[in-house]
C-alpha cells in the first residue's frame, strides 16, 4: 500500500506537531510586602503563567515563592518562582518593580526619592540585560521621579517603562465616592492624576455615576449629594488614606497589589484598558519632560495614546503645580 502525503502536505502521512504555545512570564523584583502580594494577585488572577519573584534576600524570596507555590492548586495553572539570581527575570514580557526603600510613617513619597533612586540605578542595568524587550511597570515610592529616572538610566522607550501612577487612587476615589453615594463602586468612573502623591487630584468635571456627570448628582432619595464641601473632603481622604495605613501596619500591600495586577494584565493580554498610568507626558495639555499620571491606553506594548481628558482651569491648573513639583525633585536628583 502506498503511503500518501500527509494533511500538512510532509511524507509519511501524519501532521507535523503544532509549535508550543507561547506563555506570558511575569516578574517581580522586591519580595517585601507589596512585591510578594503582588505575585500572590497575579497569581490568583492568572495574569501569567509564570511568576517570577526576585530579592536580594535568598531566603526571604525562596520561602516566599515555596509559600505561594503550595497554594498553586487553588489558582489558575501557573509556575512560581523565587531567585536571589537575577537571571531568573530573563526573557520576562512584563517586570514590575517593587524594590525600594520603606515609607516611614510621616513620611512623604518624595521623601523617599534619594535612596530609591539610588537602588534603582544599581538594579536597572542587569534587568533590562537579562529582559530586553520587557514592559517595566514601576511601582516604586515616589513612582513619578522613579519612573523618569529609570526611564533615563535605562535608556528604554518610553512606551515600555511607566509607573503605576495613580490606578490605586483612583480606585480609592470611587471607594470613597461609592460609599457616600450608596451605588456600586463600579458604577462610578473617575480618574486621579497628576502626582501620586500629596499634589495628585482628582479630575471631577470629567467624572460621571452611572450615566449622570458627577458634578450633576444630587444624590438618591435626598442622601449621596456630592457638594463641594463632601468633595474637598474625599479628596483629601485620597491624599490621606496611604499615611493612615501606614501609621497602623507599616505598609499599604493588598490594593496596591490589586491595582498591580490589573495593569499587568492589560499588557499580558493587550486590553489596550484606560488606566491613569505615570508616563513621560510630552506636550499633554501643554505639560512635557515630567512622568505623570494622566488616563491611558495600556497593552502589550506598554502605554500608548494618553487621553486628551477634557479639565476646568482649576484642574488644568493644578495639574501643571503637580508637574512642577515632581519635576523640580527629579532636578534635584540631576534628572
Known amino acids: 500500500m502506498t503511503e500518501q502525503p500527509g494533511l500538512d502536505g510532509d511524507e509519511g502521512g501524519l501532521a507535523s506537531a503544532p509549535p508550543p504555545r507561547r506563555t506570558s512570564k511575569l516578574s517581580i523584583v522586591g519580595a517585601g510586602a507589596v512585591g510578594s502580594t503582588m505575585a500572590y494577585a497575579a497569581l490568583m488572577r492568572g495574569a501569567a503563567r509564570t511568576v517570577a519573584l526576585y530579592d536580594i534576600d535568598k531566603a526571604k524570596v525562596e520561602a516566599e515563592a515555596l509559600d505561594l507555590g503550595h497554594g498553586i492548586q487553588f489558582m489558575p495553572m501557573a509556575e512560581i518562582?523565587?531567585?536571589?539570581?537575577?537571571?531568573?527575570?530573563?526573557?520576562?514580557?512584563?517586570?514590575?518593580?517593587?524594590?525600594?526603600?520603606?515609607?516611614?510613617?510621616?513620611?512623604?513619597?518624595?521623601?523617599?526619592?534619594?535612596?530609591?533612586?539610588?537602588?534603582?540605578?544599581?538594579?536597572?542595568?542587569?534587568?533590562?540585560?537579562?529582559?530586553?524587550?520587557?514592559?517595566?511597570v514601576m511601582v516604586t515610592n515616589p513612582v513619578d521621579v522613579v519612573t523618569y529616572a529609570a526611564l533615563r538610566l535605562s535608556g528604554l522607550p518610553p512606551a515600555r517603562m511607566f509607573g503605576s501612577g495613580t490606578v490605586l487612587d483612583s480606585s480609592r476615589l470611587r471607594y470613597l465616592i461609592a460609599r457616600h453615594t450608596g451605588v456600586a463602586v463600579q458604577n462610578v468612573h473617575?480618574?486621579?492624576a497628576g502626582e501620586h502623591g500629596d499634589t495628585e487630584l482628582p479630575l471631577w468635571s470629567s467624572a460621571s455615576i452611572g450615566a449622570v456627570p458627577l458634578l450633576?448628582?444630587?444624590g438618591i432619595g435626598g442622601r449621596g449629594a456630592l457638594t463641594s464641601e463632601v468633595r474637598e473632603d474625599i479628596a483629601r481622604e485620597v491624599v490621606e488614606s496611604a499615611y493612615k495605613i501606614i501609621a497602623g501596619k507599616g505598609a499599604t500591600n493588598y490594593a496596591v497589589a490589586l491595582a498591580g495586577s490589573r495593569i499587568i494584565e492589560a499588557v499580558v493580554k493587550d486590553e489596550q484598558r484606560i488606566l491613569p498610568v505615570s508616563s513621560l507626558l510630552d506636550g499633554y495639555h501643554g505639560i512635557s519632560d515630567v512622568c505623570l499620571s494622566v488616563p491611558a491606553l495600556v497593552g502589550r506594548g506598554g502605554v500608548g495614546d494618553r487621553l486628551e481628558v477634557p479639565m476646568s482651569a482649576d484642574e488644568l491648573a493644578g495639574l501643571r503645580r503637580s508637574a512642577e513639583a515632581v519635576r523640580s525633585v527629579a532636578r534635584r536628583f540631576g534628572f
Open 81 to 136: 518562582l523565587g531567585s536571589d539570581d537575577i537571571a531568573v527575570c530573563a526573557d520576562s514580557d512584563v517586570v514590575v518593580v517593587t524594590a525600594g526603600a520603606k515609607q516611614r510613617p510621616g513620611q512623604t513619597r518624595l521623601d523617599l526619592a534619594e535612596a530609591t533612586v539610588s537602588l534603582i540605578k544599581k538594579i536597572l542595568p542587569p534587568l533590562v540585560e537579562v529582559a530586553p524587550d520587557a514592559v517595566y
Open 216 to 218: 450633576d448628582w444630587n
Open 190 to 192: 473617575a480618574y486621579v
